[in-house]
């Protein structure tokens, strides 16, 4: 089965700071995240694992190094034209605090395309209404609705656009045992049922055992990959990686 | 405590900015009025004051003789009569220019410190002519030139200017001279009287005393200074508390801005505040210690607003400098040590409520990551609001009658300013109230955003406009009271004059009409087609009454209804038949048709008839109208104008193109000149409030620029999900001018109902008699939102360089 790449990067690199303050967060990176999977990066804190994400999905520029969303090359695009891109073909849900405050859920899940002057597909609207399962708290406001509600809220907004990739940074980091389960059974449903596409960067094996891939991160550098995994082995490979940091 | 607080206040500079310049600005306009109006009263006294004159004599009849016998004084080393005569400057326009007094208006130049030359010389020959330097340069005259000048007798000649001086005063109430000629020129056209004799020599009070003994006043040159320095004072006093009614308001407007600043600072470091507490410092610490920020921002704020003040002052020093007068720049310690009092007070009171606040917060508030003060409640503030603008409005509705006597008035005027008091503590609901439904109608996803994120605190943004409201409101206010005067003088110059009327007046209304110009454009006129009335003062006796310093007006019964057309209330006008007397009048002493009076004129036979009609307010007709021929021979009166039906206005005014000192208005002409001073001063008053509105401005930026600051993470979330930065600007943008308009609409609205109570007390109109200023509303309503557009400069290119990165990832 060949699979076409949603998202890939080729050698990239990105190095912060000068001189004594030099640090190199990604040293040369070059992967390939396919449509219509689920990829999980998983890495010890300051593997670059977010960097990563952040330069794949066009929200930081890379030191070097190309990055591509669908054909689209992203070094070569002004701010504007990237901004649209994300707007129009890219999903985020962020760790916390991904929704604005003064719109209600239904107005945060339709905002990039407010932003974009276009109107929701009624039936593609309503599927994702279905799978978050919020419909009597469309018109509440982010402060009504609980951490894993305002999650799922950013899950629809990532959706609703149907885009090439949605990238998930750290997505149930604030979140309970419950809310969690119920997020990241949505993020799968959407791969499963929406056939989107997921790369999504966490810390806990359990979250990447929902991942068609793992892929595991250390010093800058892709150190691994572990295909259909479970949270076994995913802490397993894991524990392999601190130690080895602890040791160099 | 206080070395954290000002460690912390230096590293972040930028936030206390905007505060500052609320401060600056506040203190700058109180030490201006102050330094204006020291310097002012230091001019008169000290720098353009005479000291060559040992004493200023003056008497009934001051001639030569009388010099000549002073000069034979003991003690007395020089004597000068002083001669003052008719003399006018035309300007380039052919009539008189300038505000002087023409009959004062010429002098004999003499060596005295009277003059000052400030450029060319003194004047040698009867073809040469000194002028004084403000109204020269209004007529637009220089040395070398060909000046013209209006005679007594309404000949005029042309003389060259040979030199421009600046005039000192000796007495108090003595005019300044526009022209100055050389002695032997004065002799013949001023003549050989004098208005004052002045007096050099060694013992000034002897003199003085010796001088009484002839039957003449004296005063001595000590006596005459303070008398100067006395009007000097009192006149800068005056000046200092009209300005200082605007640098109140300003300073208020400061305040408004100030603390909400404050209440925005204490919110964001609430964190840090908690922090503080967990480690162990006492609620009076946090609180004294955000206090001592106030202050040390105060004292900071009002050095440059000092500064500021004394540099305003002396640029207003230099530009009301027209009188001629040699300007002295004073700053008194007063001025300093009051505009630092002013600061410091202002900014401490108006951070006190946020540093409750702040100090309130709990320690455990620390721990957690999203630390937020509770919200502030709005209940008691509505309750208040809901209070005064009953008690307001209800003051006002009790007094809404017509006449209104001194008590009502002060009611009245009193029930607004507090129904504008509630409409202030309402303002937090209203902008919920108001905005609400626009967050509905915003189409676009920026806008409801803007307009939601300006009704997230409304109190917030309730503060911002309410600066904004301040400085509005008194604009809109005096706006509608003069658009309504206008509108009442408008109203009686139509009642009163057809529109063919023409009317021949001084060029300045306090000049005389000269009876030659009447005795023209009579002979130039069909008989009964010209009213020439005149005013005078007058006794009036009816049974019961006497009522003294009334007003009479007499007109030919001829020209009513013909060339004067003015209403009539009861009765008729039938001059011939009686007396016509103004409703104020009637209503005062409860004259009716019919009533007996007796006007006692005061070298003249008494004159009785019965009255025959009531007349309404009216442009020419004061008092009690008589008929003109009945007035006694040799009752001259004050003329108001020559007034001509049918003639035609460019004829006469050719006809008397040979007159400077007199105009042809049309009607409209004339009520453009009624309303002008009116207009005059209200630009005036407009452009001082004008410091409230710049001040209130600065708050909106304010407010703008630390919401973008807490929106930070926002911000984020929006660009990365697809915002470009030109809708983050726009966002922050429409949220701007959401703000400002909602503070001009607030604003014009208390303005426009604060100026028809106004309207009402002082025109005893009835209050929805009033006129809208439409063009001003119109004016200002643009106004707000470009100042909407103005304000978010900064803040949005702020808000569109947010780091989307660093805006999210930092959890």
């Known amino acids: ?248 | 405590m206080l070395r954290a607080v000002l460690r912390d206040m230096r590293a972040h500079p930028g936030r206390m900015a905007m505060t500052l310049v609320a401060i600056v600005l506040g203190v700058g306009f109180v030490v201006a009025t102050w330094v204006v109006s020291d310097s002012a009263a230091e001019t008169v006294s000290s720098g353009s004051s005479r000291s060559d004159v040992a004493v200023q004599v003056t008497g009934e009849e001051l001639t030569p003789e009388t010099v000549s016998e002073l000069r034979a004084l003991p003690g007395v080393t020089k004597a000068q009569g002083v001669a003052f005569g008719y003399s006018a400057l035309v300007g380039k326009d052919g009539k008189i220019s300038g505000y002087s007094f023409p009959d004062m208006g010429g002098t004999a130049w003499d060596s005295s410190e009277r003059f000052s030359l400030v450029s060319g010389r003194a004047p040698a020959t009867d073809k040469e002519v000194a002028l004084e330097e403000a109204s020269a340069s209004d007529a637009g005259v220089g040395v070398g030139e060909s000046a013209r000048l209006l005679n007594g007798d309404g000949s005029s000649r042309d003389a060259t200017v040979v030199g421009i001086y600046t005039y000192r005063r000796l007495s108090v109430d003595e005019s300044t001279p526009v022209a100055a000629f050389d002695p032997a020129t004065a002799k013949q056209t001023l003549g050989e009287k004098y208005s004052w004799i002045e007096l050099t020599g060694t013992d000034a009070t002897a003199i003085a005393k010796a001088i009484a003994g002839l039957g003449l006043d004296a005063k001595t040159g000590v006596e005459l200074k303070a008398d100067r320095e006395r009007a000097a004072t009192s006149e800068a006093e005056f000046a200092r508390n009209f300005l200082l009614a605007f640098a109140g308001v300003a300073l208020l407007a400061g305040m408004f801005v100030i603390a909400n600043t404050f209440t925005m600072l204490v919110a964001q470091r609430s964190r840090h505040f908690a922090l503080l507490r967990a480690v162990g410092a006492r609620r009076g610490q946090v609180r004294r210690a955000i206090i001592a920020e106030a202050a040390v921002l105060g004292l900071i704020g009002s050095t440059i607003g000092a500064a500021l003040g004394v540099g305003l002052g002396w640029l207003a020093m230099t530009l009301i400098r027209t009188t001629g007068e040699t300007i002295v720049f004073a700053v008194s310690p007063l001025a300093i040590l009051i505009g630092y009092l002013v600061g410091v007070v202002v900014t401490v009171v108006a951070a006190y409520g946020s540093a409750r606040r702040g100090s309130a917060i709990a320690p455990v508030a620390a721990l957690r990551a999203d630390a937020s003060l509770p919200r502030r409640s709005i209940v008691l503030r509505t309750v208040a609001g809901a209070i005064f603008i009953t008690g307001g409005v209800a003051a006002v509705i009790a007094t809404s009658g017509t006449p209104l006597s001194k008590m009502e008035r002060a009611v009245g005027m009193g029930g607004a300013l507090i129904a504008w008091l509630g409409v202030l503590f309402l303002a937090p609901l209203l902008a919920s109230a108001f905005l609400k439904p626009l967050s509905k109608v915003a189409r676009s996803a920026t806008s409801r955003l803007a307009v939601r994120n300006a009704i997230r605190d409304p109190l917030r943004t309730a503060a911002t406009a309410s600066a904004l409201m301040i400085g509005l409101a008194l604009v809109t206010s005096f706006a509608t009271v003069s658009s309504s005067v206008e509108e009442v003088m408008t109203k009686t110059v139509k009642n009163d004059l057809p529109a063919q009327t023409l009317a021949v007046q001084p060029v300045q209304a306090w000049f005389d009409l000269p009876e030659a110009v009447i005795e023209r454009v009579k002979g130039m006129s069909p008989k009964d087609s010209v009213a020439t009335p005149v005013q005078g003062g007058v006794r009036v006796t009816l049974p019961g009454h006497e009522l003294r310093g009334q007003t009479w007006t007499a007109v030919e019964p001829a020209a009513i209804g013909t060339v004067l057309t003015p209403p009539i209330k009861e009765g008729r006008w039938d001059l011939k038949g009686g007396f016509a007397v103004s409703t104020e009048l009637a209503d005062e002493f409860g004259l009716k048709v019919g009533t007996q009076l007796t006007l006692h004129f005061e070298e003249a036979a008494p004159i009785t008839a019965p009255v025959t009609g009531i007349y309404p307010d009216s442009y020419v007709m004061r008092g009690v109208v008589l008929n003109k021929e009945l007035l006694p021979a040799g009752l001259k009166g004050y003329p108001l104008g020559v007034f001509v039906k049918g003639g035609d206005q460019s004829k006469l005014t050719a006809a008397l193109a040979d007159r400077p000192d007199v105009v042809v208005r049309d009607r409209d002409g004339l009520i453009a000149a009624q309303t002008e001073p009116i207009r005059l001063a209200l630009g005036i008053i407009s452009a001082l409030l004008g410091a409230a509105v710049v001040i209130a401005v600065f708050g909106v930026v304010n407010t703008l620029a630390l919401s973008v600051l807490e929106r930070t993470r926002e911000i984020g979330v929006f660009r990365a999900v697809g915002a470009t930065r030109k809708l983050v600007r726009s966002s922050v943008r429409w949220e701007s001018i959401v703000i400002a308009s909602y503070g001009g609409v607030l604003g014009i609205g208390v303005g426009v109902l604060l100026g028809a109570v106004m309207q009402h007390v002082i025109l005893t109109q009835p209050i929805f008699s009033l006129t809208v200023p439409w063009l001003l509303v119109g004016g200002a309503l643009a106004g707000m939102v470009v100042v909407g557009v103005v304000a978010a400069l900064w803040p949005a290119r702020r808000a569109a360089r947010t780091d989307v990165l660093a805006a999210i990832a930092t959890a």
């Open chain 1, 1 to 248: 089965m060949t699979r076409g790449a949603a998202a890939r990067a080729v050698e990239l690199t990105k190095i912060y700071g000068q001189g004594e303050a030099r640090v190199t967060a990604l040293a040369g990176v070059t992967v390939s995240f396919h449509a219509g999977e689920l990829t999980a990066i998983m890495g010890p804190s300051g593997s670059g694992k977010s960097t990563l994400m952040h330069c794949v999905a066009g929200l930081d520029t890379a030191s070097s190094g190309k990055s591509w969303i669908g054909d689209t090359e992203l070094s070569a695009l002004s701010d504007d034209a990237l901004t649209i891109l994300r707007r129009d073909r890219v999903g985020f849900v962020f760790q916390a605090f991904n929704l604005l405050p003064t719109l209600t859920a239904i107005e945060n899940i339709v905002l990039p395309l407010d932003l974009a002057g276009r109107k929701p597909d009624p039936a593609h609207a309503d599927a994702i209404i279905d799978a978050i399962g919020l419909r009597d708290r469309l018109h509440h406001r982010p402060g009504q609705l609980s951490g894993g509600q305002q999650q799922r809220v950013a899950c629809a907004r990532a959706l609703i656009t149907k885009p090439d990739v949605i990238f998930a940074d750290e997505p149930t980091g604030a979140l309970d045992s419950r809310s969690s389960a119920e997020l990241l059974s949505l993020l799968r449903r959407s791969v499963d049922e929406l056939r989107q596409t997921v790369v999504m960067v966490t810390h806990d094996p359990a979250a990447a055992a929902y991942a068609d891939r793992v892929l595991f991160l250390a010093d800058g550098q892709i150190v691994g990959e572990l295909l259909k995994p479970d949270a076994d082995s995913i802490l397993d490979r894991m524990r392999d990686l601190e130690h080895r940091a602890v040791t160099v």
